[in-house]
């Protein structure tokens, strides 16, 4: 692993000094120079590149300066909700909601909504942009999942000029930014423009497309984040405005002492971990030294072999540092599966400004989790701990996730609740920090002997080899099924030629019949 990191700095670096200097002395006027700077300060982004272009550093250049051609061309860093025609939002074409099976948030076409129109081109295809660049910033470049819902579609939808801005955005401009292309209700007088989309997408996305319909969609998305049409129970609406988000809520149990059937188990396992037992000054003191000894306990992670997580793998371990709060965990919230118990996660807040700064936490899931507290504030200089316990009976799914929203207040204002509600409706958007954690189910750890248990049952694991056996055999079925309708339309239109060649003489024989009679 420690050899794997420091090829894969050394391709950065490579990559960053080739960049400097083949492309930038010439094209500099070309590229944004906010993606210049970004592109020598973001280890991930120049990782993303190379990662999309097999390690190829060449490949990874003309990638880099054919995207930063492109975003400088559709002003990628300056597009807004303002900049944007109002009515693009309100008929909801293209939004993001909810996530599929494997956690990855979900980008929605609804193609219904598409209706092709040149003028309209170029401000639609900065929509897409729009929204891409808003969820990679927000949520640092974790891949998505594309939705095409091609429910009540036909040809007067297609349009091939604006799927292909959509295909080249994920294939030139997004580097590793797709995880698959979910293709639901594909009308059959489709079949041939998508046979061209194919070929945009390249032999390595190819594999991504999935074309589904009402008895197979659920493969990928489950039925908690597909509207009923598609078979699922999502109730959710689109509407303009405010910009659709994550639908998070807050979360049960804001602010007040955890009271459930499980409270003895919870009293127990706080106690443990954080000695919290109302008063936020003890707390405060105790969290101070334990963020201290965090990077400690990274450094000594990463000699472990940790193919099992302790029971206090909860314990902060990363750090997001934003410009108000620096976050313990940056990106996950590890929970137990079932089986492994594990109920309970916890969140390090650390206040990096010379002011008080109000904080709420927000949850995809406010049903099943309570968190404490999830609407209060952090004094100057000080950490704070936020317990996320998982209620009653639910269980952690990939598909959740938490908001974590922060401003900074005044001298003046309050920390109580009251004060703090009233804030809330008050602060500027612009000044609100947002930071997204999603979660990570911990499978339980068996013995060894277990999984030969397992195994005796003769199931085979599908790997990703099986699966792409399956998918070109399913692909080669298709395209016999297609040669086969090929060759019965040509009967069938041989047949009707013959018959209309049949009248014909028919009728010239009946007309020389009766010119000899008479």
Same mark, same amino acid.
């Given at each position: 692993m420690a050899e794997q990191r420091q090829d894969k700095g050394a391709l950065i670096?490579?990559?960053?000094?080739?960049?400097?200097?083949?492309?930038?002395?010439?094209?500099?006027?070309?590229?944004?120079?906010?993606?210049?700077?970004?592109?020598?300060?973001?280890?991930?982004?120049?990782?993303?590149?190379? #990662?999309?272009?097999?390690?190829?550093?060449d490949d990874a250049l003309k990638m880099i300066d054919e995207s930063f051609q492109w975003r400088k061309e559709y002003t990628v860093n300056d597009l807004s909700e303002s900049v944007l025609p109002k009515w693009l939002f309100e008929i909801g074409a293209l939004f993001l909601h909810g996530y599929d099976k494997e956690g990855y948030k979900l980008f929605w076409f609804k193609v219904k909504h598409h209706t092709r129109d040149p003028k309209q081109q170029l401000d639609k295809k900065k929509l897409v942009a729009f929204w891409l660049e808003h969820y990679a910033k927000r949520d640092h470049g974790k891949p998505l999942t594309v939705v095409f819902d091609m429910a009540e579609t036909g040809i007067s939808h297609i349009d091939l000029d604006f799927v292909r801005f959509i295909v080249n955005c994920f294939t030139d401009y997004y580097p590793n930014f797709l995880t698959k292309i979910v293709i639901f209700e594909m009308p059959w007088i489709m079949n041939a423009a998508f046979k061209i989309v194919k070929g945009w997408l390249g032999p390595d996305a190819i594999s991504m497309l999935k074309f589904t319909n009402k008895n197979d969609v659920q493969e990928y998305i489950?039925?908690?984040?597909?509207?009923?049409?598609?078979?699922?129970?999502?109730s959710f609406k689109y509407s303009y405005p405010?910009?659709?988000?994550?639908?998070?809520?807050?979360?049960?149990?804001?602010?007040?002492? #955890?009271? $459930?059937?499980?409270?003895?188990?919870?009293?127990e396992e706080i106690d443990a971990d954080t000695k919290e037992t109302g008063e936020l000054n003890e707390a405060q003191n105790l969290?101070?030294?334990?963020?201290? $000894?965090i990077e400690q306990i990274s450094k000594?992670?990463?000699?472990?072999?940790?193919?099992?997580?302790?029971?206090?793998?909860?314990?902060?371990?990363?750090?997001?540092k934003g410009p108000l709060l620096h976050i313990s965990p940056a990106e996950e919230l590890y929970f137990g599966s079932k089986e492994t118990g594990e109920k309970k996660c916890l969140i390090v807040l650390t206040n990096v400004t010379k002011n008080v700064v109000a904080f709420k936490v927000r949850t995809t899931a406010p049903e099943k989790y309570r968190v404490k507290p999830s609407n209060s504030s952090c004094e100057p200089g000080t950490s704070l701990d936020i317990i996320v316990s998982l209620h009653g009976g639910f269980a952690a799914s990939l598909q959740d996730r938490f908001l974590i929203m922060a401003a900074e207040m005044d001298q003046s204002s309050g920390?109580?609740?009251?004060?703090?509600t009233q804030f809330w409706k008050e602060v500027p958007r612009t000044k609100v920090m947002e930071h997204r954690l999603r979660c990570h189910v911990i499978e339980s750890s068996k013995p060894s002997s277990l999984t030969l248990k397992d195994n005796a049952f003769n199931i085979p694991a599908k790997t990703n080899e099986d699966l792409h056996i399956q998918l070109t055999h399913l692909?080669?079925?298709n395209k016999r099924l297609e040669e086969q309708m090929n060759r019965c339309l040509w009967f069938q239109q041989l047949s009707v030629v013959l018959s209309l060649l049949s009248v014909t003489v028919a009728a010239f024989c009946f007309y020389l019949a009766y010119a000899q009679r008479s």
């Amino acid at each position: 692993m420690a050899e794997q990191r420091q090829d894969k700095g050394a391709l950065i670096s490579e990559t960053r000094r080739r960049f400097e200097a083949e492309y930038l002395p010439d094209k500099s006027d070309k590229y944004d120079s906010r993606d210049v700077e970004r592109l020598q300060q973001d280890d991930k982004w120049v990782e993303n590149y190379l #990662i999309w272009r097999h390690d190829v550093v060449d490949d990874a250049l003309k990638m880099i300066d054919e995207s930063f051609q492109w975003r400088k061309e559709y002003t990628v860093n300056d597009l807004s909700e303002s900049v944007l025609p109002k009515w693009l939002f309100e008929i909801g074409a293209l939004f993001l909601h909810g996530y599929d099976k494997e956690g990855y948030k979900l980008f929605w076409f609804k193609v219904k909504h598409h209706t092709r129109d040149p003028k309209q081109q170029l401000d639609k295809k900065k929509l897409v942009a729009f929204w891409l660049e808003h969820y990679a910033k927000r949520d640092h470049g974790k891949p998505l999942t594309v939705v095409f819902d091609m429910a009540e579609t036909g040809i007067s939808h297609i349009d091939l000029d604006f799927v292909r801005f959509i295909v080249n955005c994920f294939t030139d401009y997004y580097p590793n930014f797709l995880t698959k292309i979910v293709i639901f209700e594909m009308p059959w007088i489709m079949n041939a423009a998508f046979k061209i989309v194919k070929g945009w997408l390249g032999p390595d996305a190819i594999s991504m497309l999935k074309f589904t319909n009402k008895n197979d969609v659920q493969e990928y998305i489950s039925a908690e984040y597909l509207p009923p049409h598609m078979g699922g129970t999502d109730s959710f609406k689109y509407s303009y405005p405010p910009l659709v988000d994550d639908d998070f809520q807050t979360p049960l149990c804001e602010n007040g002492p #955890i009271t $459930s059937e499980d409270e003895h188990e919870s009293k127990e396992e706080i106690d443990a971990d954080t000695k919290e037992t109302g008063e936020l000054n003890e707390a405060q003191n105790l969290n101070q030294k334990k963020m201290n $000894s965090i990077e400690q306990i990274s450094k000594s992670e990463e000699t472990d072999k940790t193919e099992v997580k302790p029971k206090n793998a909860k314990k902060a371990l990363t750090t997001f540092k934003g410009p108000l709060l620096h976050i313990s965990p940056a990106e996950e919230l590890y929970f137990g599966s079932k089986e492994t118990g594990e109920k309970k996660c916890l969140i390090v807040l650390t206040n990096v400004t010379k002011n008080v700064v109000a904080f709420k936490v927000r949850t995809t899931a406010p049903e099943k989790y309570r968190v404490k507290p999830s609407n209060s504030s952090c004094e100057p200089g000080t950490s704070l701990d936020i317990i996320v316990s998982l209620h009653g009976g639910f269980a952690a799914s990939l598909q959740d996730r938490f908001l974590i929203m922060a401003a900074e207040m005044d001298q003046s204002s309050g920390g109580a609740v009251p004060e703090l509600t009233q804030f809330w409706k008050e602060v500027p958007r612009t000044k609100v920090m947002e930071h997204r954690l999603r979660c990570h189910v911990i499978e339980s750890s068996k013995p060894s002997s277990l999984t030969l248990k397992d195994n005796a049952f003769n199931i085979p694991a599908k790997t990703n080899e099986d699966l792409h056996i399956q998918l070109t055999h399913l692909l080669q079925i298709n395209k016999r099924l297609e040669e086969q309708m090929n060759r019965c339309l040509w009967f069938q239109q041989l047949s009707v030629v013959l018959s209309l060649l049949s009248v014909t003489v028919a009728a010239f024989c009946f007309y020389l019949a009766y010119a000899q009679r008479s």
